[in-house]
């Protein structure tokens, strides 16, 4: 018997997987913005493929779209949106898009949505993603040694404590979002790697690239540009960590952590 297709065993206290069926687990919304600058188009169209392979069997459902929906209504059907390379612009879509974190809607930000500055006036934004405007930035895209702050967390648990992530721009955010008492930093740029660039060098700095602001279902990841996003495994499992948490365990969490008074 294929037990990994027809998925007909029963789950038990004793038995050691949880088969889907036909069961589906959530639902998921993916934006980005084909507009967008190359290298941000090249990343999302691939991160469009992963996550359709991690979607095999059904175990969810996604709708990809290349606008923010500027309804609440339409948000709600979602339990995690995927914001690739694609931040809210208008008025209606970054309220539909508060309210929908607000009542604890599920988000994953990659790169380029993370990217604010003193143009973006969306201070709501500011205090959701956990620290302040873009500061810098390497250039050309390459790869970097990353540190895992902590593997405690479901997301980092089964990363190594240092690696290599695949070559990417990556951005450094002031005040840094360490400096937030709600913010869990995940993984960062190893200061080993300065002076890190070859026409832009960032010289120093607090560098986180990988967080969760534990009042919300939230992760961003700044990786996202260029086409070598999905080529390492290491890299992918965390990107697949990141979506799990998001969508299946991260409520549980979040109340366990107000639960605590933490
Ligand atoms: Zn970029």
């Not at 392979?53 to 923010?68: A, H, N, W």
């Not at 992530?165 to 955010?173: D, I, L, M, N, W």
């Not at 965390?238 to 639960?259: D, G, H, Q, Y």
């Amino acid at each position: 018997m294929m037990l990994c297709c027809t998925a007909q065993a029963q789950v038990t206290d004793n038995y050691p997987a949880d088969y889907a069926g036909d069961r589906i687990r959530f639902h998921a919304l993916f934006i980005w913005d084909p507009n967008a600058e190359s290298a941000h188009v090249e990343f999302d169209q691939q991160a469009l493929h992963f996550f359709h392979k991690l979607s095999y069997g059904e175990g969810f459902t996604y709708d990809v779209r290349t606008e923010c929906p500027n309804r609440l209504d339409s948000l709600q059907r979602y339990d995690v949106v995927v914001m690739l390379n694609a931040l809210p612009q208008a008025a209606d879509q970054r309220r539909a898009f508060e309210q929908y974190m607000e009542q604890g809607g599920g988000w994953i930000g990659f790169h380029a949505t993370g990217y604010n500055d003193k143009d973006t006036h969306w201070p709501w934004f500011n205090e959701f993603l956990g620290c302040g405007i873009f500061l810098c930035n390497n250039w050309p895209p390459q790869p970097a040694l990353v540190e895992v702050d902590t593997q405690q967390h479901p997301i980092t648990r089964t990363l190594p404590k240092e690696f290599v992530v695949p070559a990417s721009e990556f951005y450094q955010f002031s005040p840094s979002p360490r400096a937030n008492k709600d913010v869990e930093v995940l993984v960062s740029i190893s200061p080993k790697n300065y002076p890190f660039g070859i026409k832009d060098i960032v010289l120093f700095g607090d560098f986180p690239i990988v967080w969760t602001n534990k009042n919300y279902r939230m992760v961003y990841l700044n990786m996202g540009h260029g086409d070598e996003g999905f080529i390492d495994a290491t890299q992918n499992l965390l990107f697949t960590n990141a979506f799990r948490w998001v969508s299946l365990e991260a409520t549980e969490s979040i109340k366990a952590t107000k639960a605590n008074g933490k």
